[in-house]
């Protein structure tokens, strides 16, 4: 049935089906933020944002989500673009990519490529070409985190008895009832946060601007600052990033589609001899959001970024990374390859 913008779809009960089903939902189209914030306001906590649907709609087969309005993002055109934006009182600009961008057009646009490699390369490294082509940075930095024990069909979870972030009292990868440790798993926050990029948000009470590093908490359950009525609408990355050189790196057990393992990303600021000025390195698929690596700079600011250098910094990142067991993947192995993949990084930096 069909009413306006409205669409009801009603699918065969779960007894019948014989494959993974989508729960029944009504689905909403609006054309504008301001529609799908008033959406959100009239059907409170049974509604929810869909962009791309590429996470959330296999989430919502594995009954994580069950929401009964789902509000689509994809015919607002405000959510979208890839401009330059110049100051008007001088200094640099920004580059502005609307949050409905798919990760397609993000990987392929010149700007991106141009000022912003690293993010280029991230986004190319998401998922594989189709879920490229239909999720988008937006679904990206709003991604919910991931674990053994949650990203399973519900049968599967009610066998082990639930857990502390859908339906039970105890998290199996710390044995406690106490915090929930599922991965921050998504591939371009790492890289915005090494570019000072910002997120803008639209809610009920207006908008905000939240640099990405301060949008993530440590937190499983929740692990961003957003609140569910706030639409990201557009991330904002100054140009002065652009002169930073940048590196991204990616483990995943098969190149062509899976999530990350640990990703890596690195900026650094180079003066004309070649003397660190300033460096940075983020890491993520380890804990509920990404990390920045601590005191880099306090060894490397003034030195060249030679092979010494690199053999350091990649020690003082294996020092400071501990990851658990919220993968399928041995812990003591993703440890062992987090100095690998940030020497990758640092490599790439060097040579520019
Ligand atoms: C097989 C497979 C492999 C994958 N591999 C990777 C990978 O390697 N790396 C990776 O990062 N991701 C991966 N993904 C996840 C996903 O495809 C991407 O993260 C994608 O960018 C999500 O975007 P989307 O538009 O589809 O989000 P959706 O699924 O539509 O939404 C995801 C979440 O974000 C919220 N949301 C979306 N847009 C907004 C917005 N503008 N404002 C507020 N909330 C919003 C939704 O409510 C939902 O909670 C993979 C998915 C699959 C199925
Ligand atoms: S980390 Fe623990 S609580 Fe969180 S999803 Fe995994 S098992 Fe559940």
Same mark, same amino acid.
């Given at each position: 049935?069909? $009413?306006?913008?409205?669409?009801?779809?009603?699918?065969?009960?779960?007894?019948?089906?014989?494959?993974?089903?989508?729960?029944?939902?009504?689905?909403?189209?609006?054309?504008?933020?301001?529609?799908?914030?008033?959406?959100?306001?009239?059907? +409170?906590?049974?509604?929810?944002?869909?962009?791309?649907?590429?996470?959330?709609?296999?989430?919502?087969?594995?009954?994580?989500?069950?929401?009964?309005?789902?509000?689509?993002?994809?015919?607002?055109?405000?959510?979208?673009?890839?401009?330059?934006?110049?100051?008007?009182?001088? +200094?640099?600009?920004?580059?502005?990519?609307?949050?409905?961008?798919?990760?397609?057009?993000?990987?392929?646009?010149?700007?991106? $490529?141009?000022?912003?490699?690293?993010?280029?390369?991230? &986004?190319?490294?998401?998922?594989?070409?189709?879920?490229?082509?239909?999720?988008?940075?937006?679904?990206?930095?709003?991604?919910?985190?991931?674990?053994?024990?949650?990203?399973?069909?519900?049968?599967?979870?009610?066998?082990?008895?639930?857990?502390?972030?859908?339906?039970?009292?105890?998290?199996?990868?710390?044995?406690?009832?106490?915090?929930?440790? &599922?991965?921050?798993?998504?591939?371009?926050?790492?890289?915005?946060?090494?570019?000072?990029?910002?997120?803008?948000?639209?809610?009920?009470? +207006?908008?905000?601007?939240?640099?990405?590093?301060?949008?993530?908490?440590?937190?499983?359950?929740?692990?961003?600052?957003?609140?569910?009525?706030?639409?990201?609408?557009?991330?904002?990355?100054?140009?002065?990033?652009?002169?930073?050189?940048?590196?991204?790196?990616?483990?995943? $057990?098969?190149?062509?589609?899976?999530?990350?393992?640990?990703?890596?990303?690195?900026?650094?600021?180079?003066?004309?001899?070649?003397?660190?000025?300033?460096?940075? +390195?983020?890491?993520?698929?380890?804990?509920?959001?990404?990390?920045?690596?601590?005191?880099?700079?306090?060894?490397?600011?003034?030195?060249?970024?030679?092979?010494?250098?690199?053999?350091?910094?990649?020690?003082?990142?294996?020092?400071?990374?501990?990851?658990?067991?919220?993968?399928?993947?041995?812990?003591?192995?993703?440890?062992?390859?987090?100095?690998?993949?940030?020497?990758?990084?640092?490599? $790439?930096?060097?040579?520019?």
């Amino acid at each position: 049935m069909s $009413q306006g913008n409205q669409r009801s779809v009603v699918l065969p009960s779960e007894e019948k089906a014989d494959m993974l089903r989508l729960p029944p939902f009504r689905y909403h189209r609006p054309t504008s933020v301001t529609e799908a914030i008033a959406l959100m306001g009239e059907h +409170g906590n049974e509604a929810m944002y869909v962009a791309g649907g590429t996470d959330l709609l296999p989430n919502m087969k594995h009954r994580l989500f069950e929401p009964r309005h789902l509000i689509a993002l994809k015919c607002i055109d405000g959510l979208r673009g890839i401009e330059e934006i110049t100051n008007d009182h001088g +200094g640099d600009g920004i580059l502005r990519i609307g949050a409905g961008e798919t990760l397609t057009s993000v990987a392929t646009n010149s700007k991106v $490529q141009e000022f912003f490699p690293a993010l280029a390369e991230a &986004a190319s490294h998401v998922a594989g070409p189709q879920l490229r082509n239909a999720g988008t940075i937006g679904g990206n930095v709003c991604l919910d985190t991931r674990c053994t024990y949650y990203n399973q069909t519900h049968f599967w979870r009610e066998a082990l008895g639930f857990c502390l972030k859908k339906g039970g009292d105890v998290c199996h990868v710390t044995r406690t009832g106490k915090k929930c440790v &599922a991965a921050h798993s998504a591939d371009t926050p790492p890289v915005l946060i090494t570019l000072d990029a910002t997120a803008v948000f639209l809610g009920p009470e +207006g908008s905000r601007e939240i640099a990405i590093t301060d949008l993530f908490v440590a937190d499983g359950i929740e692990n961003t600052r957003r609140t569910r009525q706030e639409i990201l609408t557009e991330i904002r990355i100054p140009l002065a990033s652009a002169a930073r050189r940048q590196a991204y790196v990616k483990l995943r $057990q098969r190149k062509s589609i899976d999530f990350p393992l640990l990703t890596v990303a690195v900026a650094a600021d180079l003066d004309e001899t070649a003397t660190l000025r300033g460096i940075e +390195g983020v890491v993520t698929g380890l804990g509920s959001r990404p990390r920045r690596l601590t005191k880099w700079n306090e060894v490397a600011e003034g030195r060249a970024l030679d092979e010494e250098l690199v053999e350091e910094l990649a020690e003082r990142a294996h020092r400071q990374c501990h990851p658990l067991e919220n993968m399928i993947v041995d812990p003591d192995w993703r440890r062992a390859m987090v100095p690998v993949f940030v020497k990758r990084a640092l490599e $790439q930096v060097a040579l520019g």
